[in-house]
């Protein structure tokens, strides 16, 4: 067992989606190469980990999130060859890569599966959830989390399978220890062959009630009980917590359903990954129209897990990924002010913080207008599940779009060349209009841009001890726009003040902080601290106290 490496605790990750990243070979596809090309850019944003979300092989029904052979990279991205030269290069960079583990399900396309249709005795059979069931009737209510029942019947051996997200990714049958030693071996083949660690996709749900279990509120909060974080995942967990322990790895858990007094045994010392992301804080209010993050919900949510993890555990902080529309538009008001005041408050909490591909240079929300522009299923399910309800197609669209996940899925904008210097090519996703202005080569020619703002807090943390290892405390708590958190480490404090709203706040600190002085990160105007001031639209100030 190597001792485990406490480097993630200083480290900033940057998430790529790698079919949106940066295509080399005109196919309208980003590849492995393209981000071997962006290497020196990520250097220079001064990022420690890439997670890749997944190259594998895969129809691409779920974004890669399918696969359908655990071993090979999709041609679409390259080979594995140029995946062995990313992680080579990116060392060289001193950039560590973790790529996505995706173990709750595969691809219906993957030969286990195929092979575990074939008949009830087939030695795959047993790698699923199969049960008797019949077109009428199928074992139980449970729902999937892309809407309709989590089961898809078989007509040939009448039973039908178990699905928690697409029937196209069928959930692999964890109880089944033939299964999980394949597992094992390809997460140690993975290891071996050089990678950093892992980011566990959807890996709370590995574990199911039996199938009698009853939903308390089948349309409620939580139809997805049955699969979250169930007892009995602690031995799997376990299991490929002594593998990652043997490799030192680096691991951040998607872990839905582990609650935030439960993330410390997931996560301290002795837990199962180094950190965690908590998936709450997408703390919306169903009777918002525009589908807009609601600030202070969002706020409670956060405070609570950072005095969770205060103790013990560790976090992982985000605003934005492949599965949200883009931050800058949800929480913020689309203005690059909305940008910079998300991005102070979050990269200065304690935590690993990701920058999601994009977010960095203020990528917004796409302005479909028709269906057929987006990819991912859950929308088209939403978009037809709208219509059928009655609903235009403008008004499916509308609500359809601003939800999509595709929002952020679009391309990184390079530049103000066609097609946003992504590709030479047709992209698959088309660009977002705002390239022209939004793209990397204008945002890291303005000193006061949102990229320099990035790369001055990755800088900030990897300087300040207090950042990573001080204690974290929210002032003001009730406070709905606003957000104030002092960092403290022995006599070094940081306080962090930010207006998360578009109009001016007043703040009335409950607590005097003397001795502060003003950290530039490249406002306009520099302001001293008072115990009452009032903020201006999506203003944020961070003061400084002691060597
Ligand atoms: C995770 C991924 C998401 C995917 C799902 C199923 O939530 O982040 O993109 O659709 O798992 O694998």
Same mark, same amino acid.
């Given at each position: 067992?190597?001792?485990?490496?406490?480097?993630?605790?200083?480290?900033?990750?940057?998430?790529?989606?790698?079919?949106?990243?940066?295509?080399?070979?005109?196919?309208?596809?980003?590849?492995?190469?393209?981000?071997?090309?962006?290497?020196?850019?990520?250097? $220079?944003?001064?990022?420690?980990?890439?997670?890749?979300?997944?190259?594998?092989?895969?129809?691409?029904?779920?974004?890669?999130?399918?696969?359908? $052979?655990?071993?090979?990279?999709?041609?679409?991205?390259?080979?594995?060859?140029?995946?062995?030269?990313?992680?080579?290069?990116?060392?060289?960079?001193?950039?560590?890569?973790?790529?996505?583990?995706?173990?709750?399900?595969?691809?219906?396309?993957?030969?286990?599966?195929?092979?575990?249709?074939?008949?009830?005795?087939?030695?795959?059979?047993?790698?699923?959830? =199969?049960?008797?069931?019949?077109?009428?009737?199928?074992?139980?209510?449970?729902?999937?989390?892309?809407?309709?029942?989590?089961?898809?019947?078989?007509?040939?051996?009448?039973?039908?399978?178990? @699905?928690?997200?697409?029937?196209?990714?069928?959930?692999?049958?964890?109880?089944?220890?033939?299964?999980?030693?394949?597992?094992?071996?390809?997460?140690?083949?993975?290891?071996?062959?050089?990678?950093?660690?892992?980011?566990?996709?959807?890996? #709370?749900?590995?574990?199911?009630?039996?199938?009698?279990?009853?939903?308390?509120? +089948?349309?409620?909060?939580?139809?997805?009980? +049955?699969?979250?974080?169930?007892?009995?995942?602690?031995?799997?967990?376990?299991?490929? /917590?002594?593998?990652?322990?043997?490799?030192?790895?680096?691991?951040?858990?998607?872990?839905?359903?582990?609650? #935030? @007094?439960?993330?410390?045994?997931?996560?301290?010392?002795?837990?199962?990954?180094?950190?965690?992301?908590?998936?709450?804080?997408? =703390?919306?209010?169903?009777?918002? +129209?525009? !589908?807009?993050?609601?600030?202070?919900?969002?706020?409670?949510?956060?405070?609570? =897990?950072?005095?969770?993890?205060?103790?013990?555990? =560790?976090?992982?902080?985000?605003?934005?990924? @492949?599965?949200? +529309?883009?931050?800058?538009?949800?929480?913020?008001?689309?203005?690059?002010?909305?940008?910079?005041?998300?991005?102070?408050?979050?990269?200065?909490?304690?935590?690993?913080?990701?920058?999601?591909?994009?977010?960095?240079?203020?990528?917004?929300?796409?302005?479909?207008?028709?269906?057929?522009?987006?990819?991912? *299923?859950?929308?088209?399910?939403?978009?037809?599940?709208?219509?059928?309800?009655?609903?235009?197609?403008?008004?499916?669209?509308?609500?359809?779009?601003?939800?999509?996940?595709?929002?952020?899925?679009?391309?990184?904008?390079?530049?103000?060349?066609?097609?946003?210097?992504?590709?030479?090519?047709?992209?698959?996703?088309?660009?977002?209009?705002?390239?022209?202005?939004?793209?990397?080569?204008?945002?890291?020619?303005?000193?006061?841009?949102?990229? !320099?703002?990035? /790369?001055?807090?990755?800088?900030?943390?990897?300087?300040?001890?207090?950042?990573?290892?001080?204690?974290?405390?929210?002032?003001?708590?009730?406070?709905?726009?606003?957000?104030?958190?002092?960092?403290?480490?022995?006599?070094?404090?940081?306080?962090?003040?930010?207006?998360?709203? *578009?109009?001016?706040?007043?703040?009335?600190?409950?607590?005097?902080?003397?001795?502060?002085?003003?950290?530039?990160?490249?406002?306009?105007?520099?302001?001293?601290?008072?115990?009452?001031?009032?903020?201006?639209?999506?203003?944020?100030?961070?003061?400084?106290?002691?060597?």
């Amino acid at each position: 067992m190597k001792a485990r490496d406490e480097k993630f605790k200083s480290s900033v990750g940057y998430q790529i989606y790698p079919k949106s990243f940066k295509d080399t070979d005109g196919n309208g596809v980003g590849d492995i190469n393209g981000i071997i090309e962006k290497l020196p850019y990520l250097n $220079d944003l001064g990022i420690d980990f890439i997670w890749l979300n997944p190259v594998y092989q895969s129809p691409q029904v779920d974004g890669g999130y399918d696969i359908s $052979d655990f071993y090979a990279i999709d041609e679409m991205f390259g080979s594995l060859d140029d995946l062995k030269k990313l992680i080579e290069k990116a060392h060289e960079y001193d950039i560590k890569l973790i790529m996505d583990l995706v173990v709750n399900h595969t691809s219906d396309k993957h030969p286990w599966f195929v092979e575990s249709k074939k008949s009830k005795d087939n030695p795959y059979h047993d790698y699923y959830h =199969w049960v008797d069931a019949s077109p009428e009737k199928m074992p139980n209510n449970w729902q999937s989390f892309f809407g309709g029942s989590a089961w898809t019947y078989d007509e040939n051996l009448e039973q039908a399978y178990f @699905h928690c997200f697409a029937k196209e990714q069928p959930d692999l049958n964890w109880k089944n220890p033939k299964m999980r030693e394949d597992i094992y071996k390809m997460i140690r083949w993975w290891l071996d062959l050089g990678i950093d660690g892992f980011r566990l996709d959807a890996i #709370s749900h590995i574990q199911k009630e039996n199938w009698d279990f009853e939903i308390k509120s +089948p349309h409620g909060n939580d139809p997805w009980e +049955p699969f979250m974080n169930v007892s009995g995942i602690e031995e799997y967990m376990s299991d490929i /917590k002594a593998i990652f322990d043997e490799y030192g790895a680096l691991t951040v858990g998607e872990a839905s359903g582990v609650q #935030s @007094h439960q993330a410390p045994d997931w996560t301290d010392e002795n837990g199962y990954i180094n950190m965690i992301f908590e998936l709450e804080h997408n =703390w919306k209010k169903s009777d918002d +129209p525009n !589908n807009k993050i609601y600030i202070k919900g969002y706020k409670d949510i956060i405070m609570r =897990w950072q005095k969770d993890m205060l103790e013990r555990g =560790w976090n992982a902080l985000y605003i934005e990924n @492949h599965d949200n +529309p883009r931050s800058i538009d949800t929480f913020g008001d689309g203005t690059l002010d909305s940008a910079k005041a998300l991005a102070v408050h979050y990269m200065l909490l304690r935590g690993t913080p990701f920058i999601y591909q994009g977010q960095e240079i203020g990528i917004g929300n796409f302005p479909f207008t028709d269906i057929n522009q987006i990819d991912v *299923p859950d929308s088209h399910n939403y978009y037809n599940k709208l219509i059928e309800e009655g609903d235009t197609p403008e008004e499916a669209i509308k609500k359809a779009g601003l939800t999509s996940r595709d929002n952020s899925r679009t391309p990184m904008q390079w530049s103000d060349e066609k097609e946003a210097g992504f590709t030479d090519g047709k992209p698959w996703l088309a660009v977002n209009p705002s390239y022209l202005e939004i793209n990397a080569q204008a945002m890291l020619a303005d000193p006061n841009s949102l990229t !320099n703002l990035y /790369k001055k807090l990755i800088n900030l943390r990897h300087e300040n001890e207090v950042i990573v290892n001080g204690d974290v405390k929210f002032f003001n708590k009730g406070d709905k726009n606003t957000i104030v958190y002092r960092r403290k480490l022995d006599d070094k404090k940081i306080l962090v003040i930010a207006n998360l709203s *578009p109009e001016k706040q007043k703040l009335a600190l409950e607590k005097n902080f003397k001795g502060y002085e003003e950290l530039d990160l490249g406002q306009e105007i520099q302001r001293e601290f008072t115990k009452k001031m009032i903020l201006d639209p999506w203003e944020y100030r961070v003061y400084i106290k002691g060597n």
